[in-house]
């Protein structure tokens, strides 16, 4: 029940867009998304609920396709700072629940 | 704001050893989640707690044992160590909620090396 991410890693200049999607083949109850650099903790972007919703974080944005059970995350205009692992995390049934997390997108930006 | 703290931050340990992970949650998080991440994997669910009750249970192995305190810190102890234990492991925590589901903040980890 581990979720996919696509792609395994994205190479970007500076200024330039990205998305990553994580897809589940069981229904899911939310989506967590995390960025992790190298040694360090995963730091929290947000969250999305079941019932299909978009949130934003300055110019890193998600959404939540229920009927696709696929979640992506907008990465816009992208800084140096983006660069990291980022992981999507899952809750199936309910939430307060361990997360599941994908294998990870590795994001490179270049100047 | 204060963070999930956990100590020590780095151990190195012989194999057959033990040792003790400690965390601190954030003030009024009442859950406590534990993941341990390998090189260039994912972070893998060990076991969580909720009010100093053990909740779920992910992969964690029989030598390995965890409690939370009535203070809501929490204890990894990890018995007989393995070459493959060596990892990182971070304790997360949150505020149960009953409305939907809350955040898991993450510690910055300890990196244990089993040699």
């Known amino acids: 029940q581990q979720p996919v991410q696509s792609p395994q890693a994205v190479i970007l200049r500076e200024g330039e867009d990205a998305v990553i999607n994580c897809s589940s083949s069981?229904?899911?109850?939310?989506v967590h998304w995390y960025r992790q650099k190298h040694g360090e903790a995963p730091v929290f972007l947000m969250i999305?609920?079941?019932?299909?919703e978009q949130k934003g974080h300055e110019k890193i944005s998600a959404s939540f396709n229920e009927k696709k059970q696929q979640s992506s995350l907008y990465l816009t205009a992208s800084q140096l700072s983006y660069s990291g692992t980022y992981f999507c995390?899952?809750?199936?049934?309910?939430?307060?629940?361990?997360?599941?997390f994908g294998k990870g997108t590795r994001l490179s930006v270049i100047a | 704001a204060a963070g999930v703290i956990q100590s020590p931050r780095h151990l190195i340990k012989e194999k057959r050893e033990t040792a003790t992970l400690k965390c601190y949650p954030i003030?009024?998080?009442?859950?406590v989640y534990w993941y341990q991440q390998g090189p260039g994997q994912d972070p893998q669910f060990l076991i969580s707690f909720y009010e100093k009750m053990q909740s779920d249970k992910g992969s964690i192995p029989d030598r390995f044992s965890a409690q939370q305190f009535s203070d809501y810190h929490s204890e990894l102890n990890m018995s007989s160590l393995e070459l493959g234990d060596s990892a990182l492991y971070f304790c997360?925590?949150?505020?149960?909620?009953?409305?939907?589901?809350?955040?898991?903040?993450f510690g910055p980890g300890t990196r244990l090396t089993v040699l």
């Open positions: 997360a925590s949150s505020a149960w909620t009953s409305a939907y589901t809350d955040t898991q903040y």
């Open positions: 069981k229904a899911l109850y939310s």
């Open positions: 995390g899952t809750e199936i049934d309910s939430g307060n629940t361990p997360l599941v």
């Open positions: 999305l609920l079941k019932g299909g």
């Open positions: 003030p009024r998080h009442d859950t």
